[in-house]
Protein backbone atom coordinates (compact mmCIF):
# COMPACT_ATOMS: atom_id res chain seq x y z
CA UNK A 1 0.00 0.00 0.00
CA UNK A 2 1.28 3.59 -0.73
CA UNK A 3 1.50 6.40 1.52
CA UNK A 4 -1.43 8.09 -0.14
CA UNK A 5 -3.35 5.25 0.76
CA UNK A 6 -1.75 5.42 3.97
CA UNK A 7 -3.29 8.91 4.38
CA UNK A 8 -6.65 8.42 3.03
CA UNK A 9 -6.89 5.77 5.83
CA UNK A 10 -5.57 7.65 8.76
CA UNK A 11 -8.08 10.32 7.10
CA UNK A 12 -11.09 7.70 7.35
CA UNK A 13 -9.74 7.29 11.14
CA UNK A 14 -10.03 10.90 11.85
CA UNK A 15 -13.20 11.55 10.27
CA UNK A 16 -15.81 8.81 10.77
CA UNK A 17 -14.18 6.22 13.13
CA UNK A 18 -13.07 8.63 16.24
CA UNK A 19 -13.66 6.60 19.44
CA UNK A 20 -15.17 9.73 21.49
CA UNK A 21 -14.94 10.38 25.12
CA UNK A 22 -16.53 13.29 26.97
CA UNK A 23 -17.88 14.77 29.96
CA UNK A 24 -21.71 13.12 30.13
CA UNK A 25 -22.67 15.17 32.54
CA UNK A 26 -24.21 18.00 30.11
CA UNK A 27 -26.25 15.25 27.97
CA UNK A 28 -29.88 15.75 28.01
CA UNK A 29 -31.40 11.80 27.11
CA UNK A 30 -35.08 12.61 25.23
CA UNK A 31 -36.13 9.15 24.93
CA UNK A 32 -35.45 5.61 24.31
CA UNK A 33 -37.11 3.14 21.63
CA UNK A 34 -39.46 0.59 23.21
CA UNK A 35 -37.42 -2.94 21.67
CA UNK A 36 -39.91 -5.59 22.37
CA UNK A 37 -38.35 -8.36 20.87
CA UNK A 38 -35.01 -7.94 20.16
CA UNK A 39 -32.32 -8.68 22.76
CA UNK A 40 -29.58 -7.39 20.76
CA UNK A 41 -29.71 -3.22 21.05
CA UNK A 42 -30.94 -0.74 22.55
CA UNK A 43 -31.69 2.86 21.27
CA UNK A 44 -31.34 6.08 23.12
CA UNK A 45 -32.15 9.34 21.80
CA UNK A 46 -30.37 12.52 22.82
CA UNK A 47 -30.55 16.38 21.78
CA UNK A 48 -27.99 15.93 19.28
CA UNK A 49 -26.72 12.21 18.70
CA UNK A 50 -28.45 8.72 19.02
CA UNK A 51 -26.73 6.06 21.09
CA UNK A 52 -27.28 2.39 19.62
CA UNK A 53 -25.90 -0.37 22.30
CA UNK A 54 -25.09 -3.89 20.27
CA UNK A 55 -24.74 -6.36 23.24
CA UNK A 56 -22.45 -9.04 22.89
CA UNK A 57 -24.23 -12.07 21.88
CA UNK A 58 -21.89 -14.61 23.94
CA UNK A 59 -21.88 -12.70 26.96
CA UNK A 60 -24.55 -10.42 28.23
CA UNK A 61 -22.85 -8.78 30.92
CA UNK A 62 -20.62 -6.60 28.08
CA UNK A 63 -21.48 -4.32 25.05
CA UNK A 64 -20.22 -5.34 21.95
CA UNK A 65 -20.26 -2.16 20.59
CA UNK A 66 -21.83 1.26 20.99
CA UNK A 67 -22.87 3.79 17.91
CA UNK A 68 -23.21 7.50 17.94
CA UNK A 69 -25.24 8.27 15.40
CA UNK A 70 -24.71 12.29 14.58
CA UNK A 71 -26.55 13.85 11.71
CA UNK A 72 -23.59 14.73 8.89
CA UNK A 73 -24.95 17.84 8.31
CA UNK A 74 -24.30 19.22 11.64
CA UNK A 75 -21.00 20.08 13.45
CA UNK A 76 -19.87 17.00 15.89
CA UNK A 77 -21.24 17.73 19.43
CA UNK A 78 -18.57 18.22 22.06
CA UNK A 79 -20.47 16.01 24.60
CA UNK A 80 -19.98 12.33 23.38
CA UNK A 81 -19.48 9.67 25.21
CA UNK A 82 -17.26 7.33 24.31
CA UNK A 83 -18.24 5.02 21.44
CA UNK A 84 -17.82 4.64 17.64
CA UNK A 85 -19.22 8.04 15.56
CA UNK A 86 -21.74 7.11 12.83
CA UNK A 87 -22.76 10.24 10.12
CA UNK A 88 -25.48 9.84 9.25
CA UNK A 89 -27.66 9.37 6.55
CA UNK A 90 -25.49 6.67 6.06
CA UNK A 91 -23.47 6.74 2.59
CA UNK A 92 -20.69 4.88 0.19
CA UNK A 93 -21.29 1.56 2.11
CA UNK A 94 -19.29 -1.72 1.83
CA UNK A 95 -21.76 -4.91 2.79
CA UNK A 96 -20.25 -8.40 3.67
CA UNK A 97 -23.20 -10.15 3.48
CA UNK A 98 -26.80 -10.95 1.52
CA UNK A 99 -28.63 -10.45 3.68
CA UNK A 100 -27.64 -7.02 4.72
CA UNK A 101 -27.66 -6.28 1.34
CA UNK A 102 -31.37 -7.12 0.83
CA UNK A 103 -32.20 -5.19 4.19
CA UNK A 104 -30.88 -2.34 2.13
CA UNK A 105 -32.55 -2.61 -0.35
CA UNK A 106 -35.68 -2.38 1.41
CA UNK A 107 -35.39 0.68 2.56
CA UNK A 108 -35.16 1.94 -0.63
CA UNK A 109 -31.28 2.69 -0.10
CA UNK A 110 -29.60 0.41 -2.39
CA UNK A 111 -27.91 2.72 -4.17
CA UNK A 112 -25.92 3.22 -1.58
CA UNK A 113 -23.87 0.56 -1.72
CA UNK A 114 -20.82 0.51 -3.44
CA UNK A 115 -18.98 -2.59 -2.47
CA UNK A 116 -19.81 -6.12 -1.51
CA UNK A 117 -17.82 -9.46 -0.31
CA UNK A 118 -19.18 -13.09 -1.96
CA UNK A 119 -20.59 -11.58 -5.00
CA UNK A 120 -21.79 -14.89 -5.76
CA UNK A 121 -24.43 -15.14 -2.94
CA UNK A 122 -25.76 -11.64 -4.50
CA UNK A 123 -29.30 -12.37 -5.46
CA UNK A 124 -30.26 -8.69 -4.97
CA UNK A 125 -31.11 -7.99 -8.39
CA UNK A 126 -29.91 -4.41 -8.21
CA UNK A 127 -26.48 -5.73 -6.47
CA UNK A 128 -26.08 -7.68 -9.56
CA UNK A 129 -26.75 -4.82 -11.87
CA UNK A 130 -24.05 -2.63 -10.10
CA UNK A 131 -21.73 -5.42 -10.52
CA UNK A 132 -21.76 -5.72 -13.96
CA UNK A 133 -22.20 -2.45 -14.66
CA UNK A 134 -19.20 -1.88 -12.18
CA UNK A 135 -20.77 0.79 -10.26
CA UNK A 136 -20.48 -1.90 -7.24
CA UNK A 137 -17.22 -3.30 -6.13
CA UNK A 138 -16.81 -7.07 -5.56
CA UNK A 139 -14.45 -6.95 -2.49
CA UNK A 140 -13.89 -10.92 -2.80
CA UNK A 141 -13.93 -13.19 0.88
CA UNK A 142 -15.92 -12.01 3.89
CA UNK A 143 -12.97 -13.45 5.51
CA UNK A 144 -10.39 -11.53 3.61
CA UNK A 145 -11.72 -8.33 2.03
CA UNK A 146 -9.76 -6.43 -0.60
CA UNK A 147 -8.18 -3.71 2.02
CA UNK A 148 -6.97 -1.33 -0.60
CA UNK A 149 -10.17 -1.92 -3.25
CA UNK A 150 -12.20 -0.88 0.43
CA UNK A 151 -9.74 2.61 0.55
CA UNK A 152 -9.92 3.11 -3.11
CA UNK A 153 -13.97 3.32 -3.69
CA UNK A 154 -14.19 5.54 -0.85
CA UNK A 155 -15.93 3.63 1.73
CA UNK A 156 -17.25 5.24 4.52
CA UNK A 157 -19.03 2.26 6.47
CA UNK A 158 -18.91 -1.59 6.30
CA UNK A 159 -21.99 -3.53 7.80
CA UNK A 160 -20.50 -7.20 8.73
CA UNK A 161 -21.76 -9.80 11.18
CA UNK A 162 -19.35 -10.75 13.87
CA UNK A 163 -18.43 -13.97 15.10
CA UNK A 164 -17.39 -15.28 18.11
CA UNK A 165 -13.53 -14.46 19.57
CA UNK A 166 -13.18 -13.37 15.49
CA UNK A 167 -12.43 -9.84 14.44
CA UNK A 168 -11.96 -7.93 10.99
CA UNK A 169 -9.07 -8.31 10.49
CA UNK A 170 -7.19 -5.12 8.42
CA UNK A 171 -10.40 -3.72 7.88
CA UNK A 172 -10.33 -2.84 11.28
CA UNK A 173 -7.38 -0.75 11.30
CA UNK A 174 -8.95 1.68 8.76
CA UNK A 175 -10.72 3.46 11.38
CA UNK A 176 -13.81 3.21 9.02
CA UNK A 177 -16.81 2.34 11.49
CA UNK A 178 -18.22 -1.25 11.35
CA UNK A 179 -21.54 -1.80 12.01
CA UNK A 180 -21.29 -5.31 13.86
CA UNK A 181 -24.85 -6.66 12.76
CA UNK A 182 -25.63 -9.42 15.25
CA UNK A 183 -29.15 -9.74 13.99
CA UNK A 184 -28.59 -13.45 13.17
CA UNK A 185 -27.83 -14.59 16.89
CA UNK A 186 -31.75 -13.33 17.96
CA UNK A 187 -33.50 -16.40 19.09
CA UNK A 188 -37.05 -14.86 18.23
CA UNK A 189 -38.13 -14.44 14.83
CA UNK A 190 -39.44 -11.06 15.47
CA UNK A 191 -36.48 -9.99 17.62
CA UNK A 192 -34.41 -10.46 14.20
CA UNK A 193 -36.82 -8.53 12.03
CA UNK A 194 -36.79 -6.00 14.46
CA UNK A 195 -33.30 -4.98 13.94
CA UNK A 196 -34.70 -3.11 10.48
CA UNK A 197 -34.90 -0.59 13.24
CA UNK A 198 -31.84 0.38 13.55
CA UNK A 199 -30.61 -0.14 10.00
CA UNK A 200 -33.65 2.65 9.50
CA UNK A 201 -31.49 5.15 11.81
CA UNK A 202 -28.46 4.54 9.73
CA UNK A 203 -29.95 5.93 6.50
CA UNK A 204 -32.51 8.56 8.47
CA UNK A 205 -35.22 5.93 7.39
CA UNK A 206 -37.01 5.13 10.60
CA UNK A 207 -40.79 5.48 10.16
CA UNK A 208 -40.52 2.95 6.92
CA UNK A 209 -38.21 0.54 9.18
CA UNK A 210 -41.25 1.08 11.48
CA UNK A 211 -43.77 0.36 8.84
CA UNK A 212 -41.98 -2.57 7.44
CA UNK A 213 -41.10 -4.00 10.82
CA UNK A 214 -44.85 -3.70 12.64
CA UNK A 215 -46.76 -4.83 9.35
CA UNK A 216 -44.80 -7.32 9.18
CA UNK A 217 -45.29 -8.35 13.11
CA UNK A 218 -48.97 -8.18 12.45
CA UNK A 219 -49.09 -10.62 10.08
CA UNK A 220 -46.96 -12.97 12.21
CA UNK A 221 -48.83 -12.75 14.97
CA UNK A 222 -52.48 -13.36 12.63
CA UNK A 223 -50.68 -16.85 11.18
CA UNK A 224 -49.55 -17.59 14.91
CA UNK A 225 -53.07 -17.44 16.49
CA UNK A 226 -54.34 -19.36 13.65
CA UNK A 227 -52.33 -22.25 14.63
CA UNK A 228 -52.26 -21.54 18.24
CA UNK A 229 -55.18 -23.55 18.72
CA UNK A 230 -54.86 -26.43 16.35
CA UNK A 231 -55.50 -30.23 18.24
CA UNK A 232 -52.85 -32.38 16.77
CA UNK A 233 -48.64 -30.80 16.47
CA UNK A 234 -47.03 -33.11 14.08
CA UNK A 235 -43.33 -34.41 15.19
CA UNK A 236 -41.30 -32.15 13.20
CA UNK A 237 -37.13 -32.42 12.84
CA UNK A 238 -34.72 -30.40 10.25
CA UNK A 239 -31.71 -30.41 7.91
CA UNK A 240 -29.73 -33.16 7.51
CA UNK A 241 -25.87 -34.47 8.52
CA UNK A 242 -23.38 -32.37 7.29
CA UNK A 243 -19.95 -34.37 7.48
CA UNK A 244 -19.82 -36.57 10.46
CA UNK A 245 -22.48 -34.18 11.82
CA UNK A 246 -25.91 -33.25 11.88
CA UNK A 247 -26.57 -30.04 13.05
CA UNK A 248 -30.04 -29.52 14.72
CA UNK A 249 -31.59 -26.30 15.67
CA UNK A 250 -31.45 -25.48 19.78
CA UNK A 251 -34.64 -25.96 21.38
CA UNK A 252 -34.72 -22.06 22.04
CA UNK A 253 -33.12 -21.14 18.45
CA UNK A 254 -34.84 -19.31 15.66
CA UNK A 255 -36.36 -22.81 13.86
CA UNK A 256 -37.67 -23.66 17.38
CA UNK A 257 -39.93 -21.01 17.97
CA UNK A 258 -40.81 -20.79 14.39
CA UNK A 259 -41.98 -24.76 14.30
CA UNK A 260 -43.99 -24.16 18.08
CA UNK A 261 -45.83 -20.86 16.58
CA UNK A 262 -46.46 -22.78 13.44
CA UNK A 263 -48.08 -25.77 15.09
CA UNK A 264 -46.20 -28.31 15.40
CA UNK A 265 -43.70 -30.38 18.18
CA UNK A 266 -40.36 -29.74 17.77
CA UNK A 267 -38.23 -33.55 18.38
CA UNK A 268 -35.27 -31.73 19.21
CA UNK A 269 -36.88 -28.51 21.79
CA UNK A 270 -34.82 -29.74 24.35
CA UNK A 271 -31.74 -29.31 23.12
CA UNK A 272 -30.27 -26.59 25.59
CA UNK A 273 -28.98 -22.97 23.85
CA UNK A 274 -30.00 -20.90 20.65
CA UNK A 275 -27.72 -22.11 17.85
CA UNK A 276 -27.13 -25.48 16.30
CA UNK A 277 -25.69 -28.76 18.21
CA UNK A 278 -23.58 -30.88 16.23
CA UNK A 279 -25.57 -34.54 17.52
CA UNK A 280 -24.59 -38.10 15.89
CA UNK A 281 -26.55 -39.28 13.09
CA UNK A 282 -27.31 -42.38 15.64
CA UNK A 283 -28.50 -40.12 17.98
CA UNK A 284 -30.94 -38.01 15.62
CA UNK A 285 -32.14 -41.80 14.25
CA UNK A 286 -32.99 -43.00 18.22
CA UNK A 287 -34.88 -40.03 19.01
CA UNK A 288 -36.51 -38.78 15.59
CA UNK A 289 -37.21 -42.01 13.80
CA UNK A 290 -40.63 -41.92 14.04
CA UNK A 291 -41.19 -38.16 13.69
CA UNK A 292 -43.99 -37.43 11.29
CA UNK A 293 -42.26 -34.32 9.17
CA UNK A 294 -38.79 -33.98 8.49
CA UNK A 295 -37.54 -30.24 6.52
CA UNK A 296 -34.36 -29.86 4.09
CA UNK A 297 -33.13 -27.03 2.91
CA UNK A 298 -30.33 -27.26 0.23
CA UNK A 299 -28.82 -25.74 -2.88
CA UNK A 300 -28.36 -27.52 -6.23
CA UNK A 301 -29.20 -26.57 -9.87
CA UNK A 302 -32.28 -29.51 -9.53
CA UNK A 303 -34.73 -30.63 -7.41
CA UNK A 304 -33.82 -33.27 -4.30
CA UNK A 305 -35.60 -36.25 -4.44
CA UNK A 306 -36.18 -39.04 -2.66
CA UNK A 307 -33.62 -40.63 -4.86
CA UNK A 308 -31.12 -38.51 -4.10
CA UNK A 309 -31.46 -38.18 -0.42
CA UNK A 310 -30.86 -42.23 -0.65
CA UNK A 311 -28.14 -41.84 -2.52
CA UNK A 312 -26.54 -39.44 -0.34
CA UNK A 313 -26.57 -41.76 2.77
CA UNK A 314 -28.91 -44.96 2.72
CA UNK A 315 -29.61 -44.68 6.60
CA UNK A 316 -31.73 -41.97 5.44
CA UNK A 317 -34.42 -44.06 4.43
CA UNK A 318 -34.51 -45.52 8.13
CA UNK A 319 -36.71 -42.41 8.85
CA UNK A 320 -40.67 -42.82 9.15
CA UNK A 321 -41.13 -39.28 7.59
CA UNK A 322 -39.07 -40.58 4.55
CA UNK A 323 -41.04 -43.95 4.26
CA UNK A 324 -44.13 -42.16 4.48
CA UNK A 325 -43.26 -39.67 1.96
CA UNK A 326 -43.74 -36.97 4.57
CA UNK A 327 -40.31 -34.84 3.65
CA UNK A 328 -40.62 -31.20 2.62
CA UNK A 329 -37.45 -29.22 1.19
CA UNK A 330 -36.38 -25.67 0.26
CA UNK A 331 -34.37 -25.04 -2.44
CA UNK A 332 -31.95 -22.15 -1.53
CA UNK A 333 -30.31 -21.73 -5.21
CA UNK A 334 -33.73 -21.29 -6.45
CA UNK A 335 -35.71 -19.25 -4.32
CA UNK A 336 -34.64 -15.73 -2.11
CA UNK A 337 -34.96 -17.67 1.69
CA UNK A 338 -31.95 -15.85 2.75
CA UNK A 339 -32.84 -12.62 1.31
CA UNK A 340 -36.27 -12.88 2.43
CA UNK A 341 -36.99 -14.72 6.35
CA UNK A 342 -34.71 -12.30 8.80
CA UNK A 343 -37.13 -9.68 7.73
CA UNK A 344 -40.11 -11.35 7.00
CA UNK A 345 -40.29 -14.51 9.04
CA UNK A 346 -43.95 -14.22 8.37
CA UNK A 347 -43.36 -15.43 4.78
CA UNK A 348 -41.70 -18.44 6.36
CA UNK A 349 -43.98 -18.75 9.10
CA UNK A 350 -47.02 -19.26 6.67
CA UNK A 351 -44.96 -21.77 4.89
CA UNK A 352 -44.61 -23.89 8.04
CA UNK A 353 -48.00 -23.55 8.82
CA UNK A 354 -48.70 -24.90 5.22
CA UNK A 355 -46.65 -27.79 5.76
CA UNK A 356 -47.85 -28.28 9.04
CA UNK A 357 -51.80 -27.73 8.66
CA UNK A 358 -52.49 -27.23 4.94
CA UNK A 359 -56.40 -27.16 6.30
CA UNK A 360 -56.00 -24.01 7.86
CA UNK A 361 -54.45 -22.48 4.37
CA UNK A 362 -56.57 -23.53 1.80
CA UNK A 363 -55.85 -22.88 -2.16
CA UNK A 364 -52.24 -21.45 -0.56
CA UNK A 365 -49.59 -21.60 -2.65
CA UNK A 366 -45.72 -22.04 -0.64
CA UNK A 367 -43.45 -19.67 -1.05
CA UNK A 368 -40.42 -21.60 -0.48
CA UNK A 369 -40.96 -25.08 0.45
CA UNK A 370 -42.34 -28.30 -1.38
CA UNK A 371 -42.96 -31.69 -0.82
CA UNK A 372 -40.40 -33.65 -2.19
CA UNK A 373 -40.59 -36.76 -4.51
Not at 88 to 114: C, F, K, W
Not at 151 to 160: L, R, T, V
Not at 265 to 290: M, N, Q, R, W
Request: proline share 6%; aromatic share 12%.
Amino acid sequence: MNLYKILIGLMFCFTFGCNVKQNSSDRQSLSSDTIRYAQGFTVQHFDDYTSVEVRDPWDSTRILQRYLLVDRNRSLPGNLPKGTVVRTPVQNIVVYTSVHAAIIDQLGEIGRVIGVCESRYMDTPAIQEGLKAGKIADLGEATAPNIEKIIDIGAEIIIASPFQNAGYGPAEKLGIPIIEAADYMESLPLGRTEWIRFYGLLFDKSALADSIFHETEQRYLDLKELAKHVQNRPTVISEKKFGSSWYMPAGDSYIAHLYADAGADYVFKDLPGAGSTPLAFETVLDKAIHADLWLIKYNQATEMTYKDLRTEYTPYENFDAFKNRRIYTCNTGVVPYYEEFPIHPDYLLKDLVWVFHPELLPGYTPRYYRKME
